[in-house]
């Protein structure tokens, strides 16, 4: 089967699935008020606004151009190129509204760095195209906290949070004793490490490649905390809301048939040439 066929048989497929669902509600068949669903108003205007934050190296944004970059930029792009559309960027104001803005309609999908958290079941995760583990950083000379993280008395420590973000998320069920140093939701996943550069938090957990770019523009004043695995792993994939399974089944098509055909595994070549995160499910499972 060549690659226009398998997409417009799993668009077949999308369609075939919101006819059973409506036809097990016929009520709402029967309704001259049904609502259209997101993927038809993706298909009718051959546009998928894509809500994204800024988080390296999925999401760069050129702060002199406002040029996008990264791996879910161009996954994103690429996704649209293959269904014939196009797709339209808005950014994603803060983590605690990310959520919200989904299924109020400000956005078709969250294309970018999602994590696949609980959240109420208002989310839809797709397929997952990366795995990446998260770890904790502190200050520079700080030797204290090294492969004891399972050991210390975290209610004498502080870490640096925002909310909604999937770091944080993890810190917050794995360490509730822990003082979370919360920063304002319209603040970037690397503030974290700022906070604890500036000692205002004991620690913050976040990815590699966070703290690469960090380190890279503040050389010497963080450190990673020592440690045999990482503190989390997460899934990670793009958010649709909830109840839209012909979407769910288009963008899950895509990203298998990209992971399949090596474009993923290329896009992280290209911006995680360090093999900072793990992309290829076998890696993950080494890791653990």
């Known amino acids: 089967m060549n690659k226009l066929a398998g997409i417009l048989l799993s668009v077949i497929i999308s369609v075939a699935l919101s006819w059973l669902v409506l036809n097990q509600h016929p009520g709402i068949q029967g309704s ?57 960027w808005t950014t994603a104001v803060n983590f605690g509204a990310l959520v919200d803005d989904l299924t109020n309609n400000k956005y078709d999908a969250i294309c970018a760095s999602l994590f696949s958290l ?51 998320t993890a810190a ?51 450190t990673k905390v020592a440690a045999d695995k990482p503190f989390h792993v997460f899934t990670v994939t793009f958010g649709i809301k909830s109840g839209e399974p012909a979407l769910k089944n288009m963008l899950d098509f895509m990203m298998r048939n990209l992971a399949a055909e090596g474009y993923v595994e290329g896009l992280f070549r290209k911006y995680d040439p360090d093999n900072l995160l793990f992309q290829p499910e076998s890696l993950y499972k080494a890791a653990r």
């Open 32 to 88: 001259s008020a049904r609502k259209t669903s997101v993927y038809e108003k993706v298909i009718s205007s051959g546009t998928l606004r894509c809500g994204y934050f800024e988080e390296a190296p999925f999401t760069f944004i050129d702060p002199n151009t406002g040029k996008k970059s990264g791996i879910a930029i161009e996954l994103a792009e690429k996704i649209a190129s293959e269904l014939g559309l196009k797709v339209e």
């Open 118 to 168: 609980p959240r109420g079941g208002r989310i839809d995760y797709t397929a997952p195209y990366a795995y990446v583990p998260v770890y904790a950083y502190t200050q520079a000379g700080r030797a204290e906290f090294d492969n004891k993280l399972e050991q210390l008395d975290w209610s004498k420590i502080s870490v640096a949070g925002l909310d909604g973000e999937g770091g944080t």
């Open 172 to 222: 917050r069920k794995k360490l509730p004793e822990a003082k979370f140093v919360l920063l304002p939701q319209n603040m970037q996943i690397a503030d974290m490490l700022t906070s604890v550069a500036d000692k205002k938090a004991d620690m913050a957990f976040v990815m590699p490649t966070v703290f690469k770019n960090f380190d890279k523009n503040n050389p010497g004043k963080l």
